[in-house]
């Protein structure tokens, strides 16, 4: 019916006039035949829009009430007195009391919470409130640039509502006071999106939304542990990192939290201002999680946020059959691997967790692998995660992640902290940088080794994973006998792993200018000229990866230039490209221009 629609009178000049006849008399009979349809078609576009501007209605006034009745503020018996409390200032930081925030050399966080939740988060929010703040700023920012359409936003924000309606019955009420303390410090900059509570919430199930919706390209990780002949004195190892990407800003200030809590165990993480979630931590009992988004569909309702869930299991966890029946009790947003890591069982093995099923997978031999794909036989086949193998990059990473890894036979920090800065793809070749078939990716929000039997854990410092890794020592900041007043530095000064030589190379330079260049294109729809010398050195700057020239396609597609779009969408197509999202793509970008040419 739309075809025919479109229908017009011949244009042509006809070779017989019967034949012109002929046909003209043909195609107004047509038309007028079709004429009810394309009323129909008109009313059918009203009635849409009224549906549309209803729907739209109602979605304003369910998310308005949904959020008066849902997600109340913690009730804190006490909450008045600590108003109170202030923050002295130290040397690069600040304490209030036995807590403390403090900023090394390397651009690191470095803080220390302890008491009840409610008290934990308040002074964790009154140590960092700039951070807090920021933190938002970058990511708001992150998801304007993500959707730029305020109308699909606004669509976006009635559809959490509704998932999230119930969302505080499905979080620990220990976790809803930490958080609701953090969140009376947040910026009032965005109280038109929620109320700042109910904004903290949401928030800790960003990690969740961003691999459910995988078009997004927010989490694609890497991580492995070995153990017995594999590492160098055959104590417990864990890598990994933590491909988490909202924007290079969000990853800027990182902050190594340290916990004592008045409940279960001390705890260590890596995080950012207002998230008490645990996406890469250890524990006092050398217990670590780290967490690896798997095959997902989109949530159709209300769970615990994958990152509440892991921060349980740091705190009352001290060996896997724990941590197994925390993961197995509490209900998820989405599918997850949690790298489980166990000083006391002297291993480390995957909890593999849907929103239906929690498995325990224990590889046959001392190391064990996890890209973003499940491993056990009962996941194997399942529809799911057969599709996001064959979809995504998961399998080549993981392939890529062995083969690195067999070329180092035993293990150590620093070893492992080199495996992770691996830049090539399948068999050394260059495949340009930030291809997901890589295990570094450049996209890093942080990168990180535990040995959990020492009680050691080396973080990355910035950019990605190619700054200094810092060492830290649980067992003597979690002393009684440690101050922050008596030691220069929280970290192991003599235990530093120095950063990346290839921070220093005109390479890395010239993937400053592609991301600078890449992030100009995505902020304005590749609408604004550019000259051909910027062009060019934007070519020059990652001339192996597939998305240097599809970006160049897409510029010169928007303006209706096909002949050259051909051109650059042919040379992304004989790149390595992991995703079929990306290939169907490209696929398509090559018809549109051909069928203009």
């Known amino acids: 019916m739309l075809f025919c629609a479109n229908i017009k009178p011949l244009d042509f000049e006809p070779c017989s006039s019967f034949f012109y006849s002929s046909n003209q008399m043909r195609i107004f009979a047509l038309q007028e035949c079709i004429r009810p349809f394309v009323m129909f078609k008109s009313i059918a576009k009203k009635i849409l829009k009224i549906s549309l501007y209803v729907f739209l209605l109602i979605a304003v006034l369910s998310g308005v009430f949904l959020w008066l009745v849902s997600l109340s503020e913690p009730v804190i018996k006490d909450e008045a007195a600590y108003a109170t409390l202030k923050k002295d200032s130290i040397a690069n930081g600040w304490v209030v009391g036995k807590n403390w925030l403090h900023r090394n050399e390397y651009g690191l966080y470095e803080m220390y919470v302890e008491g009840k939740p409610f008290e934990r988060g308040y002074v964790n929010g009154l140590l960092s409130q700039e951070l807090v703040v920021r933190q938002e700023d970058y990511f708001v920012n992150r998801l304007n640039a993500l959707i730029p359409s305020r109308l699909y936003q606004f669509f976006l924000k009635q559809v959490v509502v509704w998932l999230n309606k119930d969302l505080d019955e499905n979080i620990a009420e220990e976790n809803k006071e930490e958080i609701y303390g953090v969140s009376r410090f947040a910026s009032p900059r965005y109280d038109y999106i929620a109320p700042a509570y109910q904004r903290m919430l949401n928030y800790h199930g960003a990690h969740d939304i ?67 979630g645990v996406a890469s931590g250890m524990n006092e009992h050398g217990l670590t999680v780290t967490l690896n988004a798997a095959p997902s569909v989109l949530p159709s309702n209300t769970a615990t946020p994958v990152t509440l869930i892991s921060r349980q299991i740091l705190q009352y966890a001290k060996n896997i059959d724990e941590a197994f029946a925390i993961a197995s009790k509490a209900k998820s947003f989405v599918s997850e691997s949690f790298l489980i890591g166990s000083a006391l069982d002297h291993k480390a093995v995957l909890i593999e967790k849907t929103p239906d099923t929690t498995i325990l997978y224990t590889s046959p031999r001392a190391e064990i692998l996890s890209t973003n794909h499940f491993q056990s036989p009962y996941f194997l086949k399942d529809p799911v995660n ?21 070329q180092v036979p035993v293990k150590t920090p620093q070893t492992s902290v080199d495996i992770l800065r691996n830049r090539k793809g399948w068999n050394d070749r260059n ?24 009680q050691l854990v080396w973080v990355s410092t910035n950019p990605y994973q190619l700054g200094a ?17 008596d030691h220069k530095f929280v970290y192991e000064e003599s ?43 934007f070519e020059q700057s990652n001339p192996e990866y597939f998305e240097t020239h599809l970006q160049i396609g897409q510029y010169y597609l928007a303006h209706e230039n096909y002949a050259t779009a051909l051109k650059y969408f042919k040379q992304a197509k004989s790149k390595t490209i992991p ?6 793509k490209i696929d398509s970008f090559i018809q549109t221009c051909t069928k203009n040419l």
Not at 431 to 452: C, D, K, M, R, Y
């Open 210 to 276: 961003g691999h459910a919706m995988q078009n997004m390209n927010l989490v694609a990780c890497s991580s492995y542990g070995v153990w017995n002949s594999y590492t160098a004195d055959s104590s417990l190892l864990i890598a990994r990192n933590f491909d988490f990407y909202a924007g290079d800003d969000f990853s800027k200030e990182r902050i190594i939290l340290f916990i004592n809590p008045d409940k279960g165990y001390k705890q260590m993480l890596v995080t950012w201002g207002g998230f008490t």
């Open 386 to 406: 057969i599709k996001h193998m064959n979809e995504s990059a998961t399998v080549e990473r993981y392939k890529r992640l062995q083969q690195v890894m067999d």
């Open 431 to 454: 495949i340009g940088l930030s291809n997901e078939n890589t295990i570094n990716q450049l996209v890093a929000h942080h990168s990180i080794v535990f040995l959990p039997e020492q």
């Open 469 to 485: 890794f810092v060492c830290y020592d649980l067992k003597k900041i979690f002393s009684d006998t440690f101050s922050i007043r």
């Open 495 to 537: 235990r530093t792993i120095a950063a990346d030589t290839f921070l220093t190379t005109d390479e890395y330079q010239r993937y400053v200018l592609y991301k600078s260049r890449l992030q100009k294109f995505q902020s304005t729809s590749y609408e604004l000229p550019v000259s051909d010398h910027e062009l060019a050195a």
């Open 579 to 584: 995703r079929k999202e990306d290939r169907d």
